[in-house]
């Protein structure tokens, strides 16, 4: 296998160009990690601040001078016929009589070809470029055309083997998700209930108990209509409007909340975006005593997501499970404090299931890009109610029946990883030889 140095079969392009106004141009996207090129935008050249750019063309190799110890380099695909860039991206022309693009390709794919970035990048830690003379320097093993041909073959045949077991675990990752939806729509309905119910006789909540305790100061809510009542529900259930279970909710606060500024924590979406609370990377802020007590918490208390440039976060929630009093909460969260008939992690489940989710996303409102719901919509919601020794029986179940979903999407989590990791070993071990 000869050695050969990258200059020997790369070559430096310097097409220039000045943007001129009235012209359209392609931008691009080169991504770290070798994650590829792609096309970023087409922009006026009235709208480009750098007017001396160069051209890259399709089927070019080009490398980010600032991030190439990071992965960002790549070949141009061939339908960016060509697009403009500036002086912090290099592209070359590769000699096709010396080197296959797909060889190419695969070859600065694998962490020895980052090693040679790494190594020929200068300058203090957060500022290390590529010095291109040192790049282009260096030696690599260069097999010939024939064999760089069969290395691409065994890659190609290793990739489909790959990409095919990758397929099936992320279809079962697909599954799985779609088992938790069904499992949880089957718990509000009473299916995974229907022996226990029929060993633990119980009473129908009284809905004029429910707003007896509703401390809320409100309109009475409407009546569910029949098409609103989406599944028949089992004897002593009830069809309620989530706010007829509330004892009260309310907005969190809009005062503006810094690291290390302020004595009273507040919590905001990233502390209650996965479900449960991270107490994680806290902003602060300081509170009169009425503030305070206003927009307090309490044990059970629900905090649900109402604003959020994601609709599938709108309405998301996490209960409150602290004891502590020191805690309050962000303006973009609704504190939703349910009554004593309310079993707070049953009513964080049927958050979670299709039924009130579609609800949730069909009538969902969008503000410049950021998705809505108002108290008075999630007040509005209906809401099976089971009586409350049967909410925690389904809580329960729910709770063994996830943590066996957990467990296996744990497992495929680890099988995807070994899967990305059994990739690297093989590019590794073929271009070793």
């Given at each position: 296998?000869?050695?050969?140095?990258?200059?020997?079969f790369?070559?430096?392009?310097?097409?220039?160009?000045?943007?001129?106004?009235?012209?359209?141009y392609?931008r691009?996207?080169?991504?770290?990690?070798h994650?590829?090129?792609?096309?970023?935008?087409e922009?006026?050249?009235?709208?480009?601040?750098?007017?001396?750019?160069?051209?890259?063309?399709?089927?070019?190799?080009?490398v980010?001078?600032?991030d190439a110890r990071w992965?960002a380099?790549?070949i141009?695909?061939?339908?960016?016929?060509?697009?403009?860039?500036?002086?912090?991206?290099?592209?070359?022309?590769?000699?096709?009589?010396?080197?296959?693009?797909?060889?190419f390709?695969?070859?600065?794919?694998?962490?020895?070809f980052?090693?040679?970035?790494?190594?020929?990048?200068?300058?203090?830690?957060?500022?290390?470029?590529?010095?291109?003379?040192?790049?282009?320097n260096?030696?690599?093993?260069?097999?010939?055309?024939?064999?760089?041909?069969?290395i691409?073959?065994k890659?190609?045949?290793f990739?489909?083997?790959?990409?095919?077991?990758?397929a099936?675990?992320?279809?079962?990752?697909t599954?799985?998700?779609?088992?938790?939806?069904?499992?949880?729509?089957?718990?509000?309905?009473?299916?995974?209930?229907?022996?226990?119910?029929?060993?633990?006789?119980t009473?129908?909540?009284?809905?004029?108990?429910l707003?007896?305790?509703?401390?809320?100061?409100?309109?009475?809510?409407?009546?569910i209509?029949?098409?609103?009542m989406?599944?028949?529900?089992p004897?002593?259930?009830?069809?309620?409007?989530?706010?007829e279970?509330?004892?009260?909710?309310?907005?969190g606060?809009?005062?503006k909340c810094e690291?290390?500024?302020?004595?009273?924590p507040?919590?905001?979406?990233?502390?209650?975006?996965?479900?449960?609370?991270?107490?994680?990377?806290?902003?602060?802020a300081?509170f009169?005593?009425?503030?305070?007590?206003?927009?307090s918490?309490?044990?059970?208390?629900?905090?649900?997501?109402?604003?959020?440039g994601s609709?599938n976060?709108?309405?998301?929630?996490?209960?409150?499970?602290?004891e502590?009093?020191?805690?309050l909460y962000?303006?973009?969260?609704?504190?939703?404090?349910?009554?004593?008939?309310?079993?707070?992690y049953?009513?964080?489940?049927?958050?979670?299931t299709?039924?009130?989710?579609n609800?949730i996303?069909?009538?969902?409102?969008?503000?410049?890009?950021?998705?809505?719901?108002?108290s008075?919509?999630i007040q509005?919601?209906?809401?099976?109610?089971?009586?409350?020794?049967?909410?925690?029986?389904?809580?329960?179940?729910?709770?063994e029946?996830?943590?066996?979903i957990?467990?296996?999407?744990e497992?495929?989590?680890?099988?995807?990883?070994?899967?990305s990791?059994?990739?690297k070993?093989?590019?590794?071990?073929?271009?070793?030889?």
């Amino acid at each position: 296998m000869n050695v050969k140095k990258i200059k020997d079969f790369l070559f430096r392009v310097r097409d220039t160009l000045q943007i001129q106004d009235e012209e359209t141009y392609k931008r691009l996207t080169i991504r770290i990690r070798h994650q590829g090129v792609s096309l970023r935008d087409e922009a006026r050249g009235t709208n480009i601040g750098t007017k001396s750019q160069f051209w890259a063309k399709g089927g070019q190799f080009i490398v980010s001078k600032i991030d190439a110890r990071w992965g960002a380099f790549g070949i141009i695909p061939d339908y960016i016929d060509k697009a403009i860039i500036t002086g912090n991206f290099w592209t070359y022309e590769i000699d096709t009589k010396q080197v296959t693009m797909e060889w190419f390709h695969f070859f600065t794919s694998t962490e020895q070809f980052v090693q040679i970035c790494k190594f020929a990048s200068t300058g203090v830690t957060n500022r290390q470029y590529l010095d291109e003379k040192t790049f282009l320097n260096l030696e690599i093993p260069l097999p010939s055309l024939v064999e760089q041909e069969a290395i691409v073959q065994k890659i190609k045949g290793f990739m489909a083997t790959h990409s095919q077991a990758k397929a099936q675990i992320e279809a079962l990752q697909t599954d799985l998700k779609a088992y938790r939806k069904s499992i949880l729509q089957e718990a509000i309905k009473g299916n995974f209930t229907a022996t226990w119910r029929a060993n633990n006789p119980t009473e129908k909540i009284d809905l004029k108990t429910l707003k007896k305790e509703n401390t809320k100061k409100q309109k009475p809510l409407a009546a569910i209509k029949i098409d609103e009542m989406h599944f028949e529900l089992p004897q002593n259930w009830s069809w309620v409007r989530l706010g007829e279970g509330l004892e009260n909710i309310k907005y969190g606060t809009s005062k503006k909340c810094e690291s290390n500024f302020g004595k009273t924590p507040v919590l905001r979406i990233p502390n209650v975006v996965l479900g449960k609370l991270n107490l994680e990377d806290l902003k602060y802020a300081d509170f009169t005593e009425e503030e305070r007590k206003d927009i307090s918490l309490n044990v059970g208390d629900l905090l649900l997501i109402r604003s959020n440039g994601s609709k599938n976060l709108v309405g998301k929630t996490c209960i409150y499970d602290n004891e502590s009093k020191d805690f309050l909460y962000a303006g973009y969260l609704i504190r939703i404090r349910p009554v004593h008939h309310f079993n707070s992690y049953y009513l964080q489940y049927v958050f979670e299931t299709p039924f009130i989710r579609n609800q949730i996303e069909a009538p969902i409102r969008t503000t410049t890009g950021v998705h809505n719901i108002n108290s008075t919509e999630i007040q509005n919601l209906p809401f099976p109610l089971p009586p409350l020794t049967e909410q925690a029986e389904i809580v329960r179940i729910l709770e063994e029946k996830m943590a066996t979903i957990a467990a296996a999407e744990e497992q495929l989590k680890a099988l995807l990883a070994e899967q990305s990791l059994l990739q690297k070993s093989m590019m590794q071990e073929v271009f070793r030889g």
